[in-house]
T-cell receptor, first 114, second 112 residues
């Protein structure tokens, strides 16, 4: 158990809908990351927050947004869902944001868009 | 239409043998490298890491070797066990923005 908690574990939704994925980082970790894992793209970095502020953006679609709250939990919002958004979405956390801080991953949220 | 998936390199080893998993990284500016293990349906699990100022680091039953000249990483697992069966990913951290770049992974299967 990495200590990173993600909910829900699985969800199925229809195209055009909107979902919110939730993440609680490990106790004491200030940095939160979101990654997408799909069959054809592998693990792709989406976005990073540190202590409530956005720090880095990867290949995150405009239909997707995220935030980190004062209690350090984070949410990833996916809207106008398309079939191609079906993937595993991972949250990860680390103590700091400097290189060398180990990044620990949660168990992921399986999203199926039908 | 036919779906296209990642074609993972595979490695099959006998239980008790040593395993070597290789990874080529792309960014010569990367200064930190990590190996993750991912079991089916689970998240990537940290195994071992290494900074660019080192060329070898050992953990419990695992060793990571870094060759910066050819941008190559390897993970050695000693006395491979059935529980080691998983997909192994290397990841590189360019340091400036913590955007880990993951390799495509290697599927390790441990044969009884």
């Amino acid at each position: 158990d990495s200590g990173v908690t993600q909910t829900p574990k699985h969800l199925i939704t229809a195209t055009g809908q909107r979902v919110t994925l939730r993440c609680s980082p490990r106790s004491g970790d200030l940095s939160v990351y979101w990654y997408q894992q799909s069959l054809d793209q592998g693990l792709q970095f989406l976005i990073q927050y540190y202590n409530g502020e956005e720090r880095a953006k990867g290949n995150i679609l405009e239909r997707f947004s995220a935030q980190q709250f004062p209690d350090l939990h984070s949410e990833l919002n996916l809207s106008s869902l398309e079939l191609g958004d079906s993937a595993l979405y991972f949250c990860a956390s680390s103590v700091g944001e400097a290189s060398g801080n180990t990044i620990y991953f949660g168990e992921g949220s399986w999203l199926t868009v039908v | 239409g036919e779906s296209v998936g990642l074609h993972l390199p595979t490695l099959s080893v006998q239980e008790g043998d040593n395993s070597i998993i290789n990874c080529a990284y792309s960014n010569s500016a990367s200064d930190y490298f990590i190996w993750y293990k991912q079991e089916s349906g689970k998240g990537p699990q940290f195994i071992i890491d290494i900074r660019s100022n080192m060329d070898k680091r050992q953990g419990q039953r695992v060793t990571v070797l870094l060759n910066k000249t050819v941008k190559h990483l390897s993970l050695q697992i000693a006395a491979t066990q059935p529980g080691d069966s998983a997909v192994y990913f290397c990841a590189e951290d360019p340091g400036s923005a913590r955007q880990l770049t993951f390799g495509s992974g290697t599927q390790l299967t441990v044969l009884p």
